[in-house]
């Protein structure tokens, strides 16, 4: 089942199944207004909106053109926004290139912060840049969707409530994250809103690709028109999203519309760093891996950070070549009052 | 005119206006539905939800008992919790019991944290403690709930955005603070759920007490029945509430039911630390503050954190010497499975 929400004069949208060619879809908004609200009552909902989607596909029911500039993301804001950073290879490169080693624990607890989570920005939304300086990026991620589930729930049931899976992009800006993290309390101003994907869909949706706790499917990114990475989801995970769900619930009750994210994709090269696609590599899922493997070869960056007209497009296919999210498109423009 | 939410079967609860002594109250569902509702469409609501607590003020409606312990906090969850750290001597004090200097930039650049924001506990609700070794304390502080404003807002335009005020204690994992802020992520595990107080009252409900950006009384917090703090909110609060919300808006735009807290409210003592209420000081807003004390003068701390069975209270009283908010009162318990 593949799930969306349309923009409304709501500031939530509306719910929408889409068909899973991304084609059509059919609105959901007697069985639940809001995605939130179906993932509130996930019991009662959930078989309505599986009949829906059955009826849609079977073509049995009014539906409507689906087009992905017309969604919001999936959630467009959310009680929980928690990202992970999954791929310990990407925390090693950040390390690296300022020559600070990993501690060891890394490897055994996750890192994860708090993501502000009050408006998300819609897949094909605009990112606004106020500031050059603050050197705009883009993460390419993999995200869940939970139900809810006790503090202290095990890593079994914490599986055992992921709901759905999306993409998104974790805009960061890293100029700002440095100051902030010095700070000790974390990421706030340099992490701006984050658009995700303009469906979000069931585990089932996604066959042999979902494992239950890994994705062993590509993340592909593009910036300006030219793939920049297509990391292998699954490969260098350290942490997986059933033991990254646990984390969140470990002081806390989990609850339903919590979004959890992988942290930026990232393949390694044998023992190295990757390699752009341009060289036969996997690339990267953001600006700043490339900077930092520039700066660990070459003593400086090369490759800016994004600014006004730059575009950056995220999408996932399937095994047959098909979208499974529709695509993230943002484009950046200069932020004035 | 004061707002609360009392329990319902939705998680969201059932808005309902107070009345000023906090003894009775009418339903307000008719108006909105929830409070973020409310504050969603804030022009519509507050004239019709002001004319409703006027009416309870007159005896003209239908009216009800109002019992704190029926309420929920006033927003139950809510899609945005940035905590700021605005009394610099709270984090000088802790930075000064582990020998840190205390970085110039403090003075002038706010340190806040994103919360967890998807389940706060009512506030009579117990705390449940899964470990005493993780060192649970709670922290007396104010906050604000704004309504929308534009990205990178000034300070002014921030202060005009404040809706509402509230009371609560910031439930904190002491024993879980020094490795989750080594990781560099800021709190995630250490910061479970929060809890505010029966009800949120509009800027005016506080009169001269309200300067538009600080709140000018004493926040009183109790532990197991003794007074432990009484600290003037005003005093040593370097960032007031509008550069905190200011704070917040600088990356992102600041959305409907953003909830902005002042941190740990404390008060030195001419030019060094407060003293016990019991030793003629103004106390303290947290038991990791009197342990820093005792450490600076004693080497080490003598006052445990809280354990299954201990209380906290937290109120703020007029000057009249009535409760403004209702009073936090929450018992720590065992947490099992």
Redesign the interface.
């Known amino acids: 089942m593949k799930l969306a929400t349309l923009k409304s004069a709501s ?1 939530d949208g509306r719910l929408v199944v889409v068909s899973r060619d991304l084609a059509w879809c059919a609105d959901a908004s007697h069985i639940a207004p809001t995605l939130q609200a179906a993932l ?1 009552d996930w019991a009662q909902a959930e078989p309505a909106l599986r009949t829906l989607a059955d009826e849609l596909e079977r073509e049995t029911i009014p539906r409507e053109r689906f087009h992905e500039r017309d969604a919001l993301s999936p959630l467009p ?4 926004w ?1 990202d992970g ?1 999954a791929y310990v290879n990407h925390v090693e490169l950040v390390r690296k290139a300022r020559g600070a080693e990993l ?1 060891e ?2 490897w055994t ?1 996750p ?9 998300f920005l819609a897949p094909r939304e605009d990112i ?1 840049l ?1 500031d050059d300086s ?1 050197g705009l990026d883009f993460e390419a991620e993999v995200a869940v969707v939970t139900g809810d589930a ?3 729930c095990s890593v079994e049931e914490a599986a055992g409530a992921i709901r759905l899976i999306m993409i998104l992009n974790d805009v960061s ?1 890293r100029g ?1 994250i440095p ?1 902030e ?10 992490k ?2 984050t658009a995700f994907s303009p469906v979000a869909v069931t585990p089932d949706e996604l066959g042999e690709a979902w494992d239950g706790r890994k994705l062993h499917l590509p993340l592909r990114s593009w910036l300006n028109g030219a793939v920049f990475g297509e990391p292998d989801c699954q490969v260098d995970m350290t942490f997986d999203f059933a033991q990254l769900v646990a ?2 619930a ?4 989990l ?1 339903a ?2 979004i959890v994210g992988s942290g930026t994709v990232s393949n390694k090269l044998g023992d190295g760093p990757g390699k752009p696609v341009s060289e036969g590599g996997k690339g990267y899922s953001c600006i700043a891996e490339i900077r930092m493997i520039e700066t660990i070869y070459d003593g400086a960056p090369k490759t800016r950070f994004m600014i006004p007209g730059d575009q950056v497009r995220i999408e996932m296919l399937d095994r047959s070549g098909k979208s499974i999210f529709g695509a993230i498109e943002q484009t950046v423009v200069r ?1 004035a ?1």
Do not use: I, N
């Not at 804001?77 to 929980?80: C, H, K, L, M, T």
């Not at 470990?250 to 009750?253: G, M, N």
């Open positions: 500031r509130d804001r959310a009680y929980q928690a950073s501690p624990s890394f607890d890192l994860m912060y708090q993501g502000g989570s009050d408006a606004p106020a603050w006790p503090q202290g800006l700002l100051g993290l010095a700070k000790g309390f974390g990421f706030f101003q340099s701006p809103p984390h969140v470990k002081t806390r009750p609850t519309g919590t932020y009052r």
